[in-house]
């Protein structure tokens, strides 16, 4: 099942990458992007799930922090509540975000508290790079999981110590940034190539009818806003990224150990090869026996050691063999005839590459 899964995200990207694909979705403009922000706060209102007061002391600072700005004295008193937690707060503050507006958290417990379900994050500001502060976020929590337990176990599903709370942030400063006054915009592949980044100069020229925009290296392309005749910079973009190109990609093999999955580029070649696979199967097995004297014998008990080992070799699959200049589809044919696991398949390629048979960019997750 697994190798037919690969097989059809292999034919899936083949299809997409014969696919022209709008400039948007390829690169990243310049000065248009996010800033990252973070915060410490307080979760409460959580049943009986929050941290341990003696392993996380500084949810307790907090705690007390928070009540002596309400006015509610607590200096030298003990607490020990089990319904809050100590959190930090992540967020991303989206290009051109306005005072006002609102944005998605996300809230990870720091302490030892087994899960944040039903809690309520209290006013926590968001601070950037800078140190400023660009949002505050309140709001109940959506936790991702949930944990139950008892005397005897404990059971758990998802990850119940971190959750987000959609729109659970304001804005309360906005990023300055006077993107009508650019005379140039910089337009950065997410992918770095060089036909790719020429394929879009050819398009956006061709789309003006005139040289509007220039390659500068595999990441970057210039956009002359002038040049385009348009009003702003905000029309030439609304324009632009909207052309459609046919991106261009590396040969490249893709697996992932852990659950077994490849996924290789339609442009994966191999030199002829021949490919055989065997198991090698090594059992030892350990059945000690207890010797002791007979009844009102003199002697002591002991353990006799008994080992049996066996070696098992499977008598193999034979040799396939894999003509030069094979494509994805003969490629993927011939490995398929080995009628080997996925998991097999894997060490399979890594063997071809390190052969030099291989001629694509090998990665391993």
Known sequence: MRIFLALALMLCISTANAAEVRIKDLVDFDGVRGNDLVGYGLVVGLNGTGDGIRNAPFTEEIMSNIL????????????????????LVTAELPPFARAGGRIDITVSAIGDAKSLLGGTLIMTPLNAADGLIYAVGQGTIIAGGISAEGNG????????????IPSGARVEREVPFDFSHLSEIRLALRTPDFTTAARIEAAVNATFGDSVSRMIDPGTVVLDIARTGLRSPAHAL????????????????VVDQRS????????????????????????????????????????????????????????????????????????????????????????ILKSIKAAGALHAEFVVR
């Open 68 to 87: 002596e700005r309400l006015g509610v004295n607590v200096t030298g008193e003990q607490f020990r509540p089990k319904n809050v937690a100590a959190v």
């Open 260 to 347: 077994g999955t490849i996924v290789m580029g339609e442009d994966v070649r191999l030199s002829r090869v021949a490919v055989s696979q065997g198991n090698l199967t090594v059992r030892i097995q350990e059945t000690p026996i207890v010797v002791q004297p007979n009844p009102f014998a003199e002697g002591e008990t002991i353990v006799v050691p008994r080992t049996s080992a066996e070696i098992d070799e499977e008598p193999g699959i034979g040799l396939a063999v894999v003509d030069s200049g094979a494509s994805l589809s003969e490629l993927v044919s011939g490995l398929n005839a080995l009628g080997v696991a996925p998991r097999d398949m894997i060490d």
């Open 238 to 253: 609304s324009f632009v990224e909207a052309i459609r190109v046919e991106p261009e990609t590396k040969a490249r093999v």
């Open 153 to 164: 176990g404990s059971v758990t599903q998802g990850v119940p110590t971190a959750g987000v």
